[in-house]
């Protein structure tokens, strides 16, 4: 106790003696070149510093030596108290005689030391961090309820997805998606069906569950229109989901692509039946009125609820 | 005054000693093959009895009620009569209580494979065992209380203090969660049904974990601790203070396992107010445990017991500022249903538990045999290799849960799921899986050890049946002396103690449960949602015999992540005439609550489940789910379905008077219409099904049933946008 309150006495005293100190360096480098000199102020700061720290040296050492003419100094327990038992405020072992309760159970014996005073504290911060917590969640305005953190969550989430989509010229739809044959689209389209379409598709596009690409016969129209279409909103009664969600619409452009391209290729596992009718390629700009069904957009389900 | 001369019974300690190791081993063992099937779905050897969704209960029931439950009773039995000085009151409820509760453990060790599950974790066990464990606790609890009354000792130790607690609201908890209604022999639906259904499992499941894991093994640590230790107790005014607030706070805090859940705001928050205060209480126990040692820390160096001690009390102090950590709603977002839940509760299992039990077992065998441990060395061993065994468990499993939640939540700046296929987070964390199962091996490895070591032990000394001993009889003197304390009151009378703690552990679940149950606008009813179909009700019994629950939630969070994946967040409405809920707590596999959505992003076609049923890895490669065979050689047992609808009548689903005698042609029209999309394409399957296993399928086999399960989960909540998407397509 002694030695704490001494410790804050002088860490106190130190501090408020450094403090001009920090503050005064950045005289000289205001001053760059010109000498270093020592004004008045400066030496009567560091004379009355001095003399001060002498002051209180004096009074602690009078407080100390009153305290050791009158026997007050530092009890025996104090002192037998080791480093661990300090840090986690336990009383001594050494003292265990004087509180240990004279009743045995089975040879074990208890004792009658208190709760270490931090442990007490933590359960009271505890207790008023639940109580307020309560209070805040369910009493107050600055609380929320998880409908209101979702609502909030999804809001910022768009504001940013639009910005991003803006800025990276990804607004590509139904109705400005290109057929793009240049390699690198092609090799990602390919990477994006290996990873998601191939289960349904098969590995070559030949078909599985779903429909055979590889043919010049289609479900869904073989326009790119029609397909990118096919793919971002799937044809869920046939087990085709819709992929706006998983795919940026940029992705959903090389894999339609892909799949575009993959007409006539010869697989080399046989393909399943022609599914659909077939597709003219000349008949391109007659097939593209189908994608500006407006009902179709009105159940986008891109929108987050 | 003469000493009276008596003996303890050391025959049923040393029962329920060989039980505890015999049944952790069978449990443990358990527990390493489901943790195989979790890298390796084929370690289930295509047999539908061992395959993770039935035995994965089969390992929670087995380590928490046959190897926690019976190390309880040894020490208990073992504790008790020494502190009260007095033998059991009853050998004849000792023998009913330890067969009985053995053959309780044979029956769930039979019908869980078989497939008969209430679904409800924890508490999986079917009705007529249910009442068979009501039956033997009640015999616990008699032998207990009558040998407190017969005792020799005034006052009651602390550690007594934890076993009443302990079966009185063990006996509570268990009562109230297994309010059942029985259809036949081994099948039942729970009484309370969705939200309700959630707050009473996870009320009792919550405190299964703190009055079967905790509040007995504060019990036992208050014992053999000092005992080990040769130490007195740190402190008895602290040992006042964290029983009384833990046993108080512990019950509020069930809600903290249904955060972002259709459960009301307010009980979530409750939930999570009261798991912040139980921080303290909980560390009372560990520091009166580890500060016993104060003065005997060179012990520890010596004597491996005392370090089993040691790790078990830290695991119990980190697993208890974990769980608080784990409530609060930021963190909770991350961590629910990935694997840091399941390192978290093996922390507390493999360490608290086993480590505390293990201790205790070196240190009563050798007492009742009179003789020394046969190997110190072993004990040793077994203490290392129990560590790198939790080291290897739980290191990994926070990796992995860590992992997969942030994977779960992480969208690109496209606004686009980072990992839309669910698939990808689970590949990711494979290899954990196989260090936690390695784990899992070293720490099954020290316990043979062990079992090794004490067998040698018991065969080089003799079990002393009956240990004579001796002590004066109780008077009738009201304030013993230095009994001045005002806590010494209630310490020197069971019946008021048993009432004030009896008390103390309802308060909590009464404030939780009536505002639930009584006030109408906590559950919001949503009226397009309508009752399952006979098919469906067919295929959710189906989904709760295999036990699809163990590895799918049907819990749609209100997170962006999760509603971009698969669909609306869940509503309270949606679950009104689900008996039992079936919201799951763990995914290993996806969510699945939509998946009957026809506007959402996850729904599947009726052909997809048909194939991935058949082999998962045919439309999802690498997927670490199971084959269910089996549902496509066995029929759907449609006779049992009118005592079913009339069970879900009595229970206020609104099905129509008469609508038992027309389930076989409701059937059967659903039947055909899902067969006939199934009929379109898939001739491929079928060739297979064939050729691998000689089946032929048709409309009547339990696939049928399972897929318009599936198909009506989530389908009711857009009845309107559905017709509306229908009529787009028509029109198309």
């Known amino acids: 106790m002694e030695k704490n309150k001494n410790l804050k006495i002088w860490g106190t005293l130190f501090l408020l003696l450094a403090t001009p100190l920090v503050f005064g360096q950045d005289a000289p480098a205001a001053a760059e070149s010109s000498s270093f000199q020592i004004t008045l102020a400066t030496l009567l700061y560091v004379f009355g510093s001095i003399l001060l720290v002498i002051a209180i040296a004096i009074w602690r050492i009078a407080v100390h030596l009153k305290k050791y003419i009158r026997q007050e100094f530092k009890t025996e327990e104090e002192e037998d108290r080791t480093f661990w038992e300090k840090i986690f405020q336990l009383k001594s072992t050494s003292t265990d005689r004087d509180t240990i309760i004279d009743h045995p159970h089975d040879g074990i014996y208890e004792l009658d030391n208190p709760a270490p005073p931090w442990f007490m504290w933590m359960f009271y911060l505890t207790i008023i961090f639940a109580v307020v917590y309560f209070i805040r969640f369910n009493f107050t305005d600055w609380g929320y309820t998880q409908a209101e953190e979702y609502i909030e969550e999804v809001k910022l989430a768009e504001t940013e997805q639009a910005a991003n989509l803006e800025k990276a010229g990804n607004a590509i739809d139904e109705n400005s998606v290109e057929f793009l044959t240049d390699e690198a689209t092609i090799a990602k389209g390919k990477a994006i069906f290996d990873g998601n379409c191939q289960v349904c598709h098969g590995q070559y596009g030949q078909g599985a569950v779903g429909p055979n690409f590889t043919d010049a016969y289609y479900l869904h129209g073989g326009s790119i229109k029609d397909i990118f279409k096919t793919i971002k909103y799937g044809v869920v009664e046939k087990g085709m989901q819709a992929w706006a969600q998983q795919l940026s619409p940029v992705a959903m452009q090389q894999v339609a692509s892909y799949v575009k391209s993959l007409k006539g290729t010869k697989p080399p596992v046989e393909g399943k039946e022609p599914q659909g009718t077939l597709y003219d390629e000349s008949a391109e700009g007659a097939a593209a009125e189908v994608t500006n069904d407006s009902n179709i957009v009105a159940t986008d389900t891109t929108e987050v609820k | 005054m003469q000493k009276e001369q008596f003996s303890y019974d050391n025959t049923i300690v040393r029962n329920f000693a060989i039980a505890t190791m015999v049944w952790g081993i069978v449990g443990m063992l358990v527990g390493v093959i489901i943790a195989t099937q979790l890298f390796e779905p084929a370690m289930n050897l295509n047999l539908r009895y061992v395959t993770f969704g039935r035995i994965r209960p089969l390992h929670t029931n087995a380590v928490i009620f046959a190897f926690v439950g019976n190390a309880i009773f040894t020490g208990v039995y073992y504790s008790l009569q020494r502190l009260l000085k007095a033998r059991m009151f009853s050998d004849v409820l000792s023998k009913i209580h330890f067969w009985g509760w053995q053959l309780i453990i044979v029956s769930a060790a039979l019908t869980l494979p078989m497939g008969f599950t209430s679904s409800k974790e924890y508490a999986e066990l079917e009705w007529p065992i249910d009442i068979a464990i009501t039956i033997i606790w009640v015999v616990f609890g008699w032998n207990m209380i009558g040998t407190i009354v017969k005792r020799r000792e005034r006052h009651m130790y602390v550690a007594i203090w934890f076993y009443l607690a302990t079966f009185l609201t063990v006996a509570l908890l268990h009562v109230v969660n297994s309010f059942e209604l029985p259809v036949t022999f081994m099948k039942s639906y729970s009484w309370y049904a969705g939200v309700q259904d959630a707050l009473v499992q996870w009320w009792y499941g919550h405190n299964a974990v703190a009055f079967f ?324 009700l067919a295929g959710r019994d189906i989904y709760i015999r295999e036990g699809c629950n163990n590895c799918h939630s049907q819990l749609v969070r209100p997170f962006r992540s999760e509603t971009v994946r698969y669909g609306d967040y869940a509503k309270a409405g949606e679950n009104v005439y689900d008996h039992p809920f079936l919201w799951g707590s763990k995914r290993t596999g996806p969510d699945l609550s939509r998946s009957g959505d026809e506007t959402g992003v996850f729904r599947k076609g009726a052909e997809w489940h048909f194939k991935h049923m058949w082999d998962p890895r045919s439309t999802s490669p690498g997927s670490i789910m199971p084959r269910y065979m089996w549902l496509y050689e066995d029929n759907i047992d449609v006779a049992a379905l009118p005592a079913k609808i009339s069970a879900m009548r009595t229970l206020n689903v609104p099905y129509e008077e008469g609508k038992e005698d027309k389930v076989e042609a409701e059937v059967s029209e659903q039947a055909e219409a899902i067969w006939k999309q199934l009929q379109t394409s898939e001739k491929g399957i079928e060739q297979q099904m064939l050729a691998e296993k000689g089946i032929a399928v048709d409309q009547n086999k339990e696939i049928i049933a399972l897929i318009a399960y599936l198909h009506k989960l989530g389908r009711d909540i857009h009845p309107k946008e559905n017709s509306d998407n229908q009529t787009a397509l028509n029109n198309k």
């Open chain 2, 213 to 536: 894991l905790t509040t007995p093994y504060l019990g036992l640590m208050y014992y053999f601790m000092p005992k080990l230790a040769e130490r007195p107790i740190y402190s008895y005014k602290l040992s006042i203070l964290h029983f009384w607030s833990l046993i108080f706070i512990y019950i509020w805090a069930g809600p903290h396992h249904l955060l972002y859940s259709s459960l009301p705001d307010w009980a979530q928050t409750l939930g999570v107010a009261f798991s912040v205060m139980l921080i303290a209480p909980s560390w009372g126990g560990m520091l009166n445990g580890l500060l016993t040692l104060r003065g005997a820390w060179d012990k520890v160096r010596d004597d491996a017991r005392l370090k089993f001690m040691v790790v078990g009390i830290t695991a119990y102090g980190m697993a208890t500022f974990e769980g608080p950590m784990l409530s609060l709603k930021n963190v909770n977002a991350i961590a629910h249903f990935t694997d840091w839940i399941v390192s978290h509760v093996h922390v507390g299992a493999l360490g608290w538990n086993g480590f505390l039990t293990f201790g205790m077992l070196y240190y009563i065998i050798p007492k009742i045999y009179n003789t020394k441990l046969f190997s110190t060395k072993l004990v040793s061993t077994h203490f290392w290799i129990g560590t790198m065994g939790i080291i290897f468990y739980a290191v990994p499993m926070y990796i992995s849960g860590f992992t997969q939640g942030v994977m779960w939540k992480q969208f690109t700046a496209d606004g686009m799921l980072k990992y839309p296929n669910f698939l990808e987070t689970t590949l990711q964390i494979l290899p954990m899986h196989m260090l936690r199962a390695f784990g899992g091996l070293l720490y099954l490895t020290g316990v043979i050890i062990m079992v090794v070591n004490l067998a040698k032990t018991m065969r080089q000394g003799s079990l002393v049946r009956n240990e004579e001993a001796e002590a004066y009889a109780l008077t009738k003197e009201e304030n013993a002396p230095g009994a001045t304390y005002w806590h010494r009151w209630i310490e020197r009378r069971p019946t008021q103690f048993i009432i004030m703690a009896f008390i103390m552990v309802a308060i909590g679940g009464a404030v939780e449960f009536l505002p639930t149950f009584l006030i109408k606008s906590n559950i919001k009813t949503i009226e397009s949602v309508t009752p399952y179909t006979p098919l469906e």
